[in-house]
Structures are given as C-alpha cells and as structure tokens.
C-alpha cells in the first residue's frame, strides 16, 4: 500500500514538472504565434504572458491582461468582459498557470510525441477535465476540454517564439472591425 502511494506521488510530481517546464518554455518564449483550430473556428492567436489576440474566421478577441474585447461575426457586435481564469484557461491555459496548478489535479503519460497531462478539477463545476498534449520540446500543441456539454479540441500549429509585437496588438479598436458595429459592455 505505502509502495502504490509513493508511486502516485512521484506521478504527481512528475506531471506538475511537466507542466512547469512547459509554462516556462511559454514564458521564456516572450510574444507567441499561432495557427489554431477549435469547433470549426480557425485562425491565428498571438500570446504575450497573459495577454492576447485571437484572428479566427468568425471571431476576433483581444485581451490586455484585463478586460477582454470580443467581436464575433455572427452577431456582428463587440462584448467587453472582465474574464475570470476560469474563462481564461478555455483559450491559454498557460496564461493562467497559477490557477490551473492550484485548481487541478494531474497526471502524465509519456508518449512518443512528448507528453500528455490529464488535469481533473479539485471542485465540481462546468470543466470536468482538460487533457494536455505537449511536445517533448514541451510545446502544448492540442487540448482537449471536457465540459457537462461535450467535449472539444484546441488544436496548435505553425507555434513561432519571439514574435514582435506592440502593447497595441493586445488592445481593441473600433477600426478593426466593420463600421458601426454595436459595443456591448458586459463588466
């Protein structure tokens, strides 16, 4: 019995390494891009820390680390909301690292592309699980979000470090999209 314990925790310990050294990679990356696709929306996404913007075919977001500016095609309108981590963690989850560590549980698997994190919510709520697949070069390229609704894929390509960008790539203007779009303030 004391020998399985030992076992979970060393992998425990193994999975939060892993994790850590991947939300260190992101860090030391400085500004981000890159291509996704998640539930027929694809586009580009370019990650500064905790902020960034979203490109995609039928939404365009933009986050200062604040206050988030969504613009979505469908309904032709911009909602400005103040996201929580919680929301945050469904578009970076390394972003929100802190979080995440503090409100998951994990466990790793080794595969032959790198590794893949299962992280499990330490309190009941809409997310029931997130797996993570990241490269051994620990790159998270796809994740996986189960909610009480389904499950979907956030899957990352063409992931370029070092990425010049200014404090204005991350924040809203009206010009970047169409003419007499109506903003909605939801905060």
């Known amino acids: 019995m004391l020998l399985l314990f030992v076992a979970m ?44 913007r979203i490109l995609a075919n039928n939404v365009k977001a933009w986050y200062d ?27 970076s989850p390394l972003s929100v690292a802190s979080q995440v560590r503090n409100a998951y549980t994990m466990k790793a698997k080794k595969n032959t592309g790198g590794y893949t994190l299962y992280l499990t919510p330490k309190k009941k709520g809409q997310v029931k699980s997130i797996t993570l697949y990241i490269s051994k070069a620990y790159v998270l390229t796809k994740a996986v ?6 499950s979907q894929s956030l899957t990352i390509s063409n992931y370029r470090t070092h990425v010049a960008a200014s404090a204005s ?19």
């Not at 981590?85 to 578009?91: F, G, K, N, S, T």
């Not at 991350?170 to 303030?185: E, I, L």
């Open 169 to 187: 790539t991350f924040r809203f203007s009206k010009s970047q999209v169409p003419a007499g779009t109506q903003v909605v303030d939801l905060r």
């Open 65 to 91: 680390g604040k206050t988030e500016y969504t613009y979505s095609k469908a309904t032709g309108e911009v909602n400005i909301t103040t996201p929580s981590a919680r929301d945050l963690v469904m578009v």
């Open 145 to 150: 979000y189960t909610t009480s609704k389904g």
């Open 9 to 52: 925790a060393c992998q425990a310990q193994t999975a939060t390494q892993i994790f850590d050294k991947t939300v260190s990679a992101f860090r030391n990356a400085g500004t981000v891009s890159a291509s996704y696709s998640m539930r027929g929306s694809h586009g580009t996404i370019v990650m500064q820390g905790s902020k960034f």
